[in-house]
């Protein structure tokens, strides 16, 4: 089946550095990535909408400046979470959708669990 | 406007028994409705979808879905509870058009199956 990997799995950091994280579909094109973010005990909420080579949609109360995505090709979307501090500490899922048969089928990263200390 | 609520955070069954997860939504647009699956250090597994089509959804492991408008419901149900179905299930909801994909989800429910 279509896999989605994430990297890394998980990271701590200072208050004040950023952070990358990357997904990327690893055996299919993804014209479209979705970033979540799930805080704990939570549901996963959509944080942004990245489409390859364009600029990414940012669902309301989210902060584009703080949270950069790029989606460079069809297999890579980076969420890169810019002077972190520690009410960013989260779970970050990625998801890639990508067309299917005749329809559009979305496939799940593992997700990356950032601490900023 | 779209929201989902799952009700009961944590089921537990016997192996064996009916599961029963419910799910209720809200949407302002006609709804596409998805269940999803998460084991462990695993990333979402789609189970089955409701996309306009049939109302009943059979999915992978033996689950199924019904969509009853009236309810606003999408309950998932497996006549038989298994013990590798032990995980979280999360109940999401999207729009059409290019809507489509941006999903909202419920909270999630634990299900413990007890041998």
């Known amino acids: 089946g279509a896999v989605v990997s994430q990297h890394p799995s998980w990271v701590i950091c200072k208050s004040g550095t950023s952070v990358k994280i990357e997904c990327r579909s690893l055996?299919?094109?993804?014209?479209?990535m979705f970033w979540y973010r799930q805080f704990p005990k939570q549901s996963l909420m959509l944080m942004a909408t990245s489409n390859e080579g364009s600029k990414a949609t940012y669902e309301q109360g989210v902060e584009k400046d703080k949270f950069l995505i790029n989606h460079a090709s069809l297999t890579l979307s980076t969420l890169t979470v810019t002077s972190a501090h520690p009410e960013d500490s989260s779970f970050y899922i990625c998801s890639a959708q990508t067309f299917g048969t005749g329809t559009y089928e979305q496939y799940f990263g593992p997700g990356t669990r950032l601490t900023v200390t | 406007a779209q929201s989902v609520t799952q009700l009961g955070s944590h089921v537990s069954v016997s192996e064996g028994a009916l599961v029963l997860l419910r799910c209720n939504y809200s949407?302002?647009?006609?709804?596409?409705l998805f269940w999803y699956v998460q084991y462990p250090n695993q990333g979402l597994q789609l189970l089955l979808k409701?996309?306009?089509?049939?109302?009943l959804v059979k999915g992978i492991n033996g689950f199924e879905a019904e969509f009853k408008k009236s309810e606003t419901s999408f309950h998932l149900t497996k006549p038989s509870a298994h013990m590798s179905d032990a995980a979280e299930y999360f109940c999401a909801v999207s729009g059409g058009g290019t809507s489509y994909g941006k999903l909202t989800f419920g909270q999630g429910t634990i299900l413990t199956v007890h041998p």
């Open positions: 409701y996309t306009s089509a049939a109302t």
């Open positions: 949407s302002s647009v006609p709804p596409y």
């Open positions: 055996d299919f094109q993804a014209t479209t």
